[in-house]
Nanobody
Framework: QVQLVESGGGLVQAGGSLRLSCAAS????????MGWYRQAPGGQRGLVAT???????AYADSVKDRFAISRDNDKNTVFLQVNRLKQEDTDVYYC?????????WGQGTQVTDSS
């Protein structure tokens, strides 16, 4: 079972930026895709951004043009650059790694608009 450790969350004013990191315990090319979901209290977990083994990326419409997913292959780490934060971006962000039809999850990191 892969271990995924997120970091980088915190308090950010609306319009600000931060970068989330997800460090994997295994070579990230093991997985078909990695990325980020987010979930508000009492809400459903929704896809934010994903990057597949070929480097192709996809985003939720609500974050397109503001967020950017990337990876550092040598460090087995996936990043989510969050720009122009909006109040509705306040959520717990979860990193995931997909192997075939199974997702592994990190513990989550909180992002909060401090405005």
């Amino acid at each position: 079972q892969v271990q995924l450790v997120e970091s980088g969350g915190g308090l950010v004013q609306a319009g600000g930026s931060l970068r989330l990191s997800c460090a994997a315990s295994e070579n990230i090319f093991t997985f078909n895709a990695m990325g980020w979901y987010r979930q508000a209290p009492g809400g459903q977990r929704g896809l934010v951004a994903t990057i597949n083994v070929g480097g192709n990326t996809a985003y939720a419409d609500s974050v397109k043009d503001r967020f950017a997913i990337s990876r550092d292959n040598d460090k087995n780490t996936v990043f989510l650059q969050v720009n122009r934060l909006k109040q509705e971006d306040t959520d717990v962000y979860y990193c995931y790694a997909r192997l075939l039809n199974r997702n592994s999850w990190g513990q989550g990191t909180q992002v909060t608009d401090s405005s």
